[in-house]
C-alpha cells in the first residue's frame, strides 16, 4: 500500500486547506452555522467552482476523482474546518442518473441522503422504511441539511430487499432544528411519496458514507489536538509553560498516537473502499474514529480547564463536533458489534 499523495491529490489538499483558512474562519463558521438556514450558499458555490465536490466522483461520474483517498482528503479537511456545507448528501449523489450528478457537482442541485431510524442499529434488514408499488413511506431521524435539499437519497426496503430510492423535497414532511455542533438537520417523514429506485448498491454508499464520516472526525482530532499543544505550550503556571509538566506532556503524547491509529484505520478504509471487505474496513474505520474521538475530545477539554467549555472558545465546538460525528450512521458499539459479521 502506497502512502504517498499523488500530485494531483497534493494540488487538491493545498486548494481546499487555502481556502478553508482564508474563506472559513472560525467566526466565519460560527456566523454561518448559526444562521437561520445553518450554510452558506455563497460558499457552497465556490466550493464546486473549486472542484471540491467534483473531487469525490470519478471521471465516468463526471468528476475527477472518486477514489477512497480522494473522500479522505476532502473529509479530512472539511472536518478540520468544521463545514456544516451539504457535502455528505453531495457524495451520496454517486447513486444518481448522470444528469442530476452533473447538477450535484455543478453545486446547482442538493441532495440530502436520508439513512438512519431510530431502533435499527443501522442494520439493513430492519429498515422500516418501505416502499410498495412505487410509493415510499417511512420516518428517517437526524438528517443533515435535509431543509436545503432539493431531493433525497433514501434507503429503504422494497420487495427485492434494502435499496436506495430517489424522492423529490416536495414529499417529505420535515420537523427541522438546529443541530448540537450548529448547523440545521431535520427528522424526515415520507408518506406514500413517489420514488424512483437506483441502481447503485447500498452497500457502496453506505462505505462511502462511512469513510467519509472517519476522515471527517481525523480532521476534528487534529484540530483538537493543535488547539490543545498550542495552549499547552502558551498557559502557565507556577512561572512555566504546562508543556513543561511531563504528565501533561503524556497525556498529549497519548492524543497524538490515539489519532494515528485513527488515520491507520482511515488510509485502510479507504484502500479498499470499492473492493472485497469494503464494509468490514468501513465498519472499522467508524469504530475507530468513534472509541478515538471519545479520548480525544475528553483529554481535550481537561488538559484545558474551564476554558474549553465557553462558547467563545473554539475547542467547545470542535468537541461538540466530533462527539455528534461519533454517533452518526452508528457508534462505536454498533460497528464493534458489525465487524466479526463482516
Not at 435499527?120 to 438528517?143: E, I, N, Y
Request: net charge negative; aromatic share 8%; charged share 25%.
Amino acid at each position: 500500500m502506497d502512502f504517498t499523495p499523488t500530485d494531483d491529490r497534493r494540488m487538491l489538499a493545498d486548494t481546499l486547506n487555502r481556502f478553508l483558512t482564508d474563506r472559513y474562519d472560525h467566526d466565519t463558521r460560527m456566523k454561518i452555522a448559526g444562521s437561520e438556514i445553518g450554510w452558506s450558499a455563497e460558499l457552497w458555490a465556490e466550493m464546486a467552482e473549486l472542484g471540491l465536490i467534483g473531487a469525490l466522483f470519478a471521471e465516468d461520474e463526471g468528476g475527477f476523482g472518486g477514489h477512497g483517498f480522494d473522500i479522505a482528503l476532502i473529509f479530512e479537511g472539511l472536518g478540520r474546518a468544521l463545514v456544516v456545507e451539504p457535502f455528505h448528501g453531495a457524495l451520496a449523489a454517486r447513486a444518481l442518473p448522470a444528469d442530476q450528478r452533473e447538477e450535484v457537482i455543478a453545486g446547482a442541485l442538493i441532495p440530502a441522503f436520508a439513512h438512519s431510524e431510530p431502533g435499527t442499529s443501522f442494520a439493513q434488514d430492519r429498515l422500516r422504511t418501505t416502499v410498495t408499488d412505487g410509493k415510499l413511506s417511512g420516518t428517517k431521524v437526524a438528517v443533515a441539511q435535509a431543509e436545503a435539499a432539493h431531493i433525497f437519497i433514501v434507503s429503504a426496503q422494497d420487495s427485492d430487499g434494502p435499496a436506495l430510492f430517489m424522492v423529490n423535497a416536495e414529499h417529505a414532511n420535515l420537523t427541522a432544528y438546529p443541530l448540537f455542533d450548529g448547523g440545521r438537520g431535520a427528522d424526515v417523514t415520507f408518506d406514500d411519496a413517489p420514488a424512483t429506485r437506483l441502481s447503485a448498491p447500498l452497500d457502496t454508499v453506505l462505505n462511502r458514507a462511512l469513510l467519509a464520516l472517519s476522515a471527517e472526525a481525523l480532521g476534528i482530532m487534529e484540530r483538537c489536538k493543535d488547539t490543545t499543544v498550542d495552549y499547552l505550550k502558551t498557559r502557565r503556571q507556577f512561572g512555566i509553560p504546562l508543556s513543561k509538566f511531563q504528565a501533561l506532556q503524556h497525556r498529549a503524547v497519548d492524543m497524538v498516537t490515539e489519532i494515528e491509529q485513527t488515520r491507520s484505520a482511515v488510509i485502510n478504509a479507504a484502500h479498499h473502499l470499492g473492493g472485497p471487505g469494503a464494509s468490514k474496513y468501513a465498519a472499522a474505520a467508524k469504530y475507530t474514529a468513534a472509541a478515538t474521538g471519545r479520548m480525544i475530545s475528553e483529554e481535550a477539554i481537561q488538559l484545558h480547564g474551564g476554558i474549553a467549555m465557553t462558547w467563545e472558545y473554539d475547542l467547545a465546538h470542535a468537541a461538540k463536533r466530533l462527539t455528534m460525528t461519533a454517533q452518526i450512521m452508528g457508534d462505536e458499539d454498533v460497528h464493534l458489534r458489525r465487524f466479526p459479521a463482516l
